[in-house]
């Protein structure tokens, strides 16, 4: 039987000890620090991830400012929003909620958030700083697989991990994050639609992160006994919220597994209430 990564329970830890450090903040009169979350159209997904960031901020104490903005603004409108945030010394941090409307440049839109506060880590500025193995703001989802990992007592060095997924948000981070010395040092294989013999690869991982986002691809014939695994997809289902891995079949056979939910999910927002506390801290040069 696969241990039980428990996400939920790791991101209500990292919550707590940035609720005790935002308290810290406020105790020595200073404000909390603020995320500014731009949010275009009505995509009932985009409602419940805006809704549950919102909810995460004034948890732990933190201002949280929503930009709602209807479906048809201009591309223009949203780039001048973007920089009077940018410009406003209270906004510590902020994101635009994907997906985008058709007619917006999601290129455009993410390098002009400026990168002192890019809640989400996906400027350039960000994602070159964290390929060369100085990050400053990681983006939230591979930040959190790393949290996992260290606070499950997960060793990677040396280890053979594969990651499943190439995203700019997901499979390339945690990629070359896993790779890079200081902040994983394992041999990192990536696979993606034109990867020939998949279950060659995933056959040999200690850790098998899955963020291709097809329901219960992983079997357990893909699987090596006791291999550790991260499964980041997230599916809505009949039955219920899925992962990109068959967790029926597969958990009896590894040493551990996050579940869907309750396993990456959770640990999503928590790195993001991490970013913004981390954007605070270094625009107004504190040390807590
Ligand atoms: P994308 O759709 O952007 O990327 C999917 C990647 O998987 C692509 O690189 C694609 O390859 C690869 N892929 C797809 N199918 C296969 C396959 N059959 N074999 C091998 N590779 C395949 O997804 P994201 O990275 O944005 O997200 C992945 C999943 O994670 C989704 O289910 C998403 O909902 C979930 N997610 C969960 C989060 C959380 O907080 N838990 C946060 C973000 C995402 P190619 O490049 O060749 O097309």
Known sequence: MGRLIDGKQIAAQIRAELASEVEELTARGKRPPCLA?????????????????????QKIGMNFELHHLEEGISEKDLLKLIEELNNREEIDAMLVQLPLPKHISEKKVIEAIAPNKDADGFHPYNLGRLLIGAPTFIPCTPAGILELLKRSQIETVGKEVVVIGRSNIVGKPIAALLMQKNTGNATVTVCHTATKNLTFHTKRADILIVAAGQPKMIKAEMVKDGAVIIDVGIHRTEAGLCGDVDFKEVEPKVAAITPVPGGVGPMTVAMLLKNTVQAYKIRNNIVL
């Open 37 to 57: 979350v731009i949010w275009v159209g009505e995509d009932p997904a985009s409602a419940t991830y805006v809704r549950a960031k919102g909810k995460a901020c």
